[in-house]
């Protein structure tokens, strides 16, 4: 078998975005490829007859393939629009052919059909100009002039002001439109300061959730219905609570969502049928309703929730996977195969996802009765004749298990010595699971043993497990040095001189921690890290979050107890070679977390490396620009090459 190479990532086309034609005769979805010339990504619209199977693609090397499938027809919209503040949209037909269709001076994100008459759409608008789509042409052009002028200095005044991927948000809201289809006149359905983040739709009604603001966005969100008859928008609730999904079923309104109550602001929610005003609680479960197992080759939209007819199916990670879940007076399960659902769709008689199983990149299955036939082969040549290092698990038997695998190297010799690396996921509330991870496979067809585990504070396993309220640097750090501890134990193979620590986001933060509080890892590789608590609630989007979630007995002055959980704190005690890798776009974790902690190891002489990127934020492994994703790889290899194989 061959050795798969760094450039491999090169190779690899994520798919998302799945969709199903109205009549069900039609899967559409996304495939994405590197274009290294232009050092971005082009995108392929592809298509599956769910009746013949037969696959063709639509529109092929677009820009970003941004599409909505409505009753009769399908949206496109026009990547080469150039007008500021419009989105165009282009009608495609069966043939793959586009028409123009429309413009609405509107940064549209989402567009779907509310009714016969009306498109409902959600886009997001500037508290600078809440009536941008009112002006006339002149007036707009006079806007943007004036933007123009004043772009050389940045006035904040709400919180938050930026958010990752996005850059500066201050003043931006996300309200609903609803858009004649006859002469697409426009009219607002939320107010200019409600910041809305989820909707459903019911007949001529809006199910809705958000943040009303002017200065400070709290974690706390209400519940809010529009009535299309009366034209008017009613709060049905309002207290303390975080609405994570809301959703109509059947006859009832459904709230997933948390009061932090039993295990703080960050635990998982419940469902709670809204019934005059009052939360009542309908299904009681802890599940996080996300895909929390990370890959980093994925790329691309994807949903959680979908809904058909009067059904409503979920994607949630329950302990190493992630499955697909049928909402109802309990959960039943309809997708769980030992990998991950990424993105799907319910038709009449089966389900559509993009997975990823049996340690393969996606591919789209058809899904009935819990077994999957594979439809699509985009990613099966890659991984051709070459080397894939199969997950072998390893349990940490301890009152809550910690689960954990390990990867052995290409051309594994029972009788040699081998360098290994510990991986740490990020989150905290996130996940490894027995699927692809290319950095892993690399490191393992390099010549190294790859291990990495869920530690307590991890998703998937319950809010008693994912505890880490005032624990950070304490459970999570003994659970991955005891887990270190077993896979030396159980494999011999491994040096235990060789061992090198690397990881990003949370796992760039117990990288960070580890280096300070013990000399084992002869090497270490931190990516988009924390080093102080202080300074990354005060800089990041996380921000104010942060403490709230730790439940600090005051959140205005916890200055003590952030700090005693910064690796800043025990920096003086590093003497582990450690590389830094950070993005300057980055607003989850902002670049001065790198800085802080690189600047004194390197004042004590320890030999430290710091790489920023530009033009990244904090996803850089998983969608950054193809040329920069592999001279991160690049980077760590070499660095822990250095000093694990040197």
């Not at 979805?29 to 050092?39: G, I, P, R, W």
């Not at 009604?205 to 966005?217: H, N, P, R, Y």
């Not at 933060?509 to 080093?531: C, E, L, P």
């Amino acid at each position: 078998m061959k050795a798969i190479s760094r450039d491999l990532i090169y190779k690899y086309q994520p798919l998302s975005d799945i969709q199903l034609s109205k009549d069900e005769k039609k899967v559409y979805f996304v495939s994405t490829k590197a274009d290294l010339k232009n050092n971005d990504y082009k995108q392929d619209l592809r298509v599956i007859d769910t009746l013949t199977k037969k696959q063709s693609i639509v529109l092929k090397d677009q820009k970003r393939a941004r599409y909505f499938v409505l009753n009769d027809e399908i949206l496109l919209v026009d990547s080469k629009n150039k007008k500021p503040g419009y989105t165009a949209f282009l009608r495609l037909n069966e043939k793959g052919k586009t028409t123009k269709a429309f413009e609405l001076p509107l940064s549209v994100n989402t567009i779907e059909d509310f009714n016969k008459n009306f498109y409902l759409v959600s886009a997001t608008l500037n508290r600078d100009c809440p009536n941008f789509f009112e002006l006339d042409e002149k007036k707009q052009k006079e806007y943007f002039k004036e933007k123009k002028k004043n772009e050389d200095y940045i006035v904040l005044d709400e919180y938050p002001f930026v958010y990752n991927g996005a850059g500066l948000i201050n003043g931006n809201r996300n309200s609903l439109f609803l858009v004649s289809k006859k002469n697409h006149r426009i009219t607002r359905v939320t107010s200019e300061t409600l910041d809305v983040e989820n909707f459903d739709v019911c007949k001529e009604k809006i199910l809705l959730s958000g943040v009303d603001f002017e200065t400070f966005k709290g974690k706390f969100s209400a519940v809010y219905e529009y009535d299309h008859k009366a034209k008017k928008v009613n709060k049905l609730f309002d207290d303390k609570m975080e609405v994570y999904r809301l959703f109509y079923y059947k006859d009832k309104k459904i709230v997933l969502g948390t009061f932090g109550k039993d295990w703080g602001a960050i635990e998982s929610g419940k469902f709670y049928c809204l019934n005059e005003r009052k939360m009542e609680l309908f299904l009681d479960c802890e599940y996080s309703f996300y895909n929390a197992v990370l890959s980093d080759v994925r790329y691309g939209k994807t949903k959680s929730l979908y809904k058909y007819k009067d059904d409503v199916y979920l994607l949630t990670c329950a302990k190493n996977q992630t499955i697909i879940v049928k909402f109802g007076e309990k959960l039943e399960t309809v997708f769980e195969q030992n990998g991950t659902a990424d993105d799907f769709v319910v038709s009449k008689d089966c389900l559509y996802a993009i997975a990823m199983v049996e340690m393969k990149p996606e591919e789209v299955y058809e899904v009935k009765d819990n077994s999957l036939k594979c439809l699509t082969s985009i990613n099966k040549k890659v991984l051709a004749d070459k080397y894939v290092a199969k997950p072998e698990e390893l349990i940490l038997n301890k009152p809550m298990p910690v689960y954990g695998w390990v990867l052995k190297p290409i051309d594994y010799d029972p009788k040699k010595k081998y360098p290994a690396i510990l991986d740490i996921h990020g989150g905290p509330r996130c996940a490894c699971g027995p699927i692809y991870m290319h950095e892993m496979q690399i490191w393992a067809s390099e010549g190294y043993f790859v291990f990495f585990c869920n530690p307590r504070g991890s998703d998937g396993r319950g809010n008693a497990f994912g505890d880490l309220r005032r624990k950070f640097g304490t459970i999570d750090y003994e659970d991955l040095m005891d887990f270190t501890d077993l896979v030396l134990k159980e494999y011999p193979q491994i040096d235990p001189e060789r061992v090198g620590v690397t990881g990003g986001s949370y796992g760039g933060y117990m990288t960070n921690w580890i280096v300070g509080h013990t000399d084992r890892f002869k090497a270490a590789a931190s990516q988009r890290s924390i080093s102080n608590w202080i300074t990354e609630v005060t800089i990041s989007d996380y921000g104010i979050d942060f403490p709230i979630e730790m439940e600090f007995d005051d959140v205005r002055a916890c200055e003590k107890e952030l700090w005693d959980i910064s690796p800043l704190k025990y920096v003086n005690n590093v003497k582990t070679p450690i590389l830094f890798i950070h993005s300057l776009e980055d607003y989850r974790c902002t670049l001065p977390e790198a800085v802080q902690f690189y600047t004194p190891i390197k004042i004590n002489g320890v030999d430290t490396k710091l790489v920023i990127f530009k033009g990244e934020n904090h996803e850089l492994s998983r969608n950054g620009k193809p040329l920069h994703r592999l001279k991160r790889l690049n980077e760590i290899t070499d660095w822990l090459n250095k000093y694990l194989k040197g």
